[in-house]
């Protein structure tokens, strides 16, 4: 007989049906109750067993984490809180797992634990709920993008250059370390290495899909990053996943009014197609609220901040207005920031951006016209403003609890701006010549973003640490498994 999944077992009402479950074993029972999970759904389906047909040995075997297959009759069940029930006749085990050795117990573990056992953590309901939501925004990102007549362009994993001029590469190489090939000025010989030259992973597609957009118009990009950058935050990964727009014959404004519409439809639908898992993950916010002292605790509901987002225009300001309101701010009664706001000039700190975002205007925000100074060279410069300071048509999206979701602009598509630019910050005119032709043929305004997925899991489940929303994080000192 085929095996049918408890999520179909749990809806169904086809009473007296022989079924079949295969699953692993939450918990077992007064010698009678089995939970089975399969993964299909967040809810168990619990399987009766008879203890005098079924056998002492076999009942001792029924721990947490084992893996079983049960068949039997589907039959209304009596119990409270669930429809349907298995009376089994047939149970077979599958994989036994030692109780005395099985990290997870049916109980609750701290996510901190859970982190050191990610290769287990899938069978928690919480990291099933986390990682069902990432599969459907995942699917959900196509989707738009694909309704939209977008192409979906792989970009290189191992590149040649640094797209966001920022130094924070993992290197790429096959040359021995204990034995270093050098030039005779003592420089390393990169002619002995793979590529016959430096290369590293990739830190965006941002460059590569640009040439694709001067083709195709719109394409995307949505693949793994990485950045070398020493954060050890809540919010940043060396690895993590990045969806990457470009757009010919968009501007800034167009950019900014994809992005928002980006953002709410997968929101939208992670409402639609998750509601369990969101109702699991919302209670379990809720819960954890409880436990913090009356005066630390917010009220913070997860599907109603979902709704909120959707159902608000995103606000818009250029970076100039924003260090305005900063500067007229109180963050609170007695102190100002922990890192004050310097002149015109200086980059945001995360607690200004949260500042902004959580109690000025309290809904995402999306910044734009940036320092030129403090931007990627790629961005395009808007003429300089009254007091002769220089801005490029640069947007980031902030979200509350989260800071930067996204991080785009409008490109820089006349030549002569873009190689000066380059000069003046020291890149190498001939590391990237490739590049330089799509402004060299056929060059158009064009406009990209790059929207951090792991942020948006975040933002999305509630979860506040991103190690929690990518099955195997990537952080300093932390690649196991
Ligand atoms: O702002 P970033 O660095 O922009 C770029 O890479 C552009 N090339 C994108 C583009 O215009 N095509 O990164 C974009 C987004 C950030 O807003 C953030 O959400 C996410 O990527 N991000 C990270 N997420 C997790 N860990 C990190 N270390 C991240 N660095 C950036
Ligand atoms: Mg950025």
Redesign the pocket.
């Known amino acids: 007989m085929k095996r049918t999944k408890i999520k179909d077992l749990l809806s169904s009402t086809e009473f007296g049906r022989q079924v079949v479950v295969k699953g692993w074993v939450k918990t077992f029972r007064n010698d009678r109750f089995i939970a089975i999970n399969d993964g299909s759904t967040l809810n168990n389906i619990q399987a009766v067993v008879d203890f005098e047909h079924t056998g002492e040995a076999l009942l001792k075997r029924l721990t947490t984490g084992a893996a079983v297959s049960v068949t039997g009759e589907l039959v209304e069940s009596l119990g409270k809180g669930q429809r349907v029930e298995v009376k089994v006749t047939e149970l077979e085990i599958l994989g036994d797992s030692d109780a005395e050795k099985f990290p997870l117990q049916p109980k609750k573990h701290s996510l901190e634990f859970l982190r050191e056992i990610a290769h287990l953590r899938f069978r928690t309901n919480t990291f099933n709920a986390v990682f069902k939501i990432r599969h459907h925004l995942a699917f959900a990102v196509h989707q738009f993008f694909y309704s939209k007549g977008f192409v979906y362009m792989h970009t290189p994993v191992i590149t040649g250059s640094d797209?966001?001029g920022a130094g924070e590469m993992f290197r790429v190489s096959t040359i021995d370390f204990d034995n270093i090939p050098r030039n005779e000025d003592g420089t390393v010989d990169y002619t002995a290495d793979f590529f016959g030259k430096p290369t590293n992973l990739t830190?965006?597609g941002?460059l590569e899909?640009e040439l694709a957009a001067m083709a195709f118009s719109d394409i995307y990009t949505f693949g793994p990053t990485f950045?070398a950058?020493n954060?050890n935050t809540t919010?940043?990964?060396a690895e993590?996943w990045?969806i990457?727009p470009e757009m010919a014959f968009y501007d800034i404004r167009d950019n900014m009014d994809l992005a928002e519409e980006l953002l709410k439809y997968v929101i939208k639908t992670a409402l639609e197609n998750c509601p369990d898992e969101l109702e699991f993950l919302r209670n379990r916010l809720l819960e954890e609220e409880k436990s913090k002292p009356q005066n630390e605790r917010s009220d913070l509901d997860l599907i109603a901040k979902l709704n909120f987002c959707l159902e608000n225009e995103f606000e818009r300001l250029t970076y100039t207005e924003a260090v305005e309101v900063l500067r007229n701010s109180k963050p609170n009664q007695k102190k100002q920031f922990k890192y004050p706001i310097e002149g015109w000039g200086a980059d945001l700190q995360s607690e200004h951006e949260r500042y902004l975002v959580e109690k000025h205007y309290k809904k995402p925000v999306i910044l734009t016209d940036y320092p030129a100074d403090i931007k990627s060279f790629y961005m395009r410069l808007n003429d300089p403003d009254a007091q002769g300071r220089r801005t490029v048509r640069a947007m980031d999206i902030l979200f509350p609890g989260i800071g930067?979701?996204?991080?785009?602009?409008q490109r820089e598509e006349r030549y002569d701006h873009l190689v000066g630019r380059m000069d003046e910050i020291g890149i190498p005119r001939h590391e990237m010549d490739w590049y330089l032709d799509t402004r060299r043929f056929g060059s158009v305004p064009h406009s990209?973003?790059?929207?951090?997925f792991?942020?948006l899991v975040l933002f999305v489940t509630g979860m506040t640490n991103?190690r929690d929303v990518i099955p195997f994080p990537r952080t300093p000192k932390n690649a196991e498994f």
């Open positions: 797209a966001e830190v965006s941002q899909g950045r950058e954060s919010r940043h990964l993590f990045m990457e930067e979701i996204v991080g785009g602009s990209g973003f790059g929207l951090g792991e942020r991103i």
